[in-house]
């Protein structure tokens, strides 16, 4: 059985013409969390980014299964005109079908089900774009910022969740500037941080 959910072989990142991140090598195993520190701007969203395959590499390799990727960013990826419901049945629909009734409970969603988007306050809207994660299957969650708009409450919600997807033998990359509340291994992206220019012909978004 393969321990590794995912290999960093000497990765550089890219964003707006110039690498941001040079020289990073990791290894995530399963049933771990792996927490991104850094002042803002080190790129800690532009690794997520690259790490989910909406962007290539400047250099060096991310290995690991791409389905296995359930990319959470600052968006909440959430539809206004549909419910809460609606906006899960639609993600569900694209990953095999799971029961969302489990994932609206688990976000403390039930009761508003049935609401537009729209009419949802921030928190909520966050709690339901998470929510999407356990509607995936999917087992690497890469997650940018979970907590942002959330309360206390709703935040020591999420560590249970995040707790349990580990437990189950999952594994997360998540870049947050606040203790998660669960066992994490800190990665200070600062070492890694550059200003190079990039060539010419690097293209920092896949066609």
């Known amino acids: 059985m393969n321990t590794t959910a995912l290999t960093l072989d000497a990765l550089a990142c890219g964003r707006g013409g110039r690498r941001v991140l040079d020289g990073l090598s990791l290894q995530v195993a399963w049933g771990q969390c792996v927490v991104?520190?850094?002042?803002?701007?080190?790129g800690k969203t532009?690794?997520?980014r690259t790490l989910a395959g909406l962007q290539a590499p400047v250099a060096g390799q991310v290995l690991c299964q791409s389905d296995d990727i359930a990319f959470g960013g600052h968006a909440d990826?959430?539809?206004?005109?549909?419910?809460?419901?609606?906006?899960?049945?639609?993600?569900a629909s694209l990953y095999g079908g799971a029961d969302t009734r489990a994932a609206l409970a688990a976000f403390g969603l039930t009761a508003l089900s049935h609401r537009?988007?729209?009419a949802l306050s921030?928190?909520?809207?966050?709690r339901l774009g998470l929510a999407r994660m356990l509607v995936?299957?999917?087992k690497l969650w890469l997650l940018d910022e979970p907590t942002a708009s959330l309360d206390a409450?709703?935040?020591?919600?999420?560590?249970?969740?995040l707790q349990s997807h580990l437990d189950r033998g999952g594994a997360a990359v998540v870049a947050t500037h606040v203790d998660l509340g669960?066992?994490?291994?800190?990665l200070d992206l600062a070492p890694f941080a550059t200003t190079r220019s990039i060539t010419p012909a690097f293209d920092e978004v896949f066609a």
């Open 36 to 42: 991104l520190r850094g002042p803002n701007g080190v």
């Open 46 to 48: 532009t690794l997520l």
């Open 77 to 91: 990826a959430v539809k206004p005109t549909l419910t809460a419901r609606e906006n899960l049945d639609f993600w």
């Open 116 to 118: 537009p988007a729209a």
């Open 122 to 126: 921030a928190g909520q809207k966050r």
């Open 136 to 138: 995936t299957g999917r």
């Open 153 to 161: 409450a709703a935040a020591a919600e999420f560590a249970g969740i």
């Open 182 to 186: 669960v066992a994490a291994t800190p």
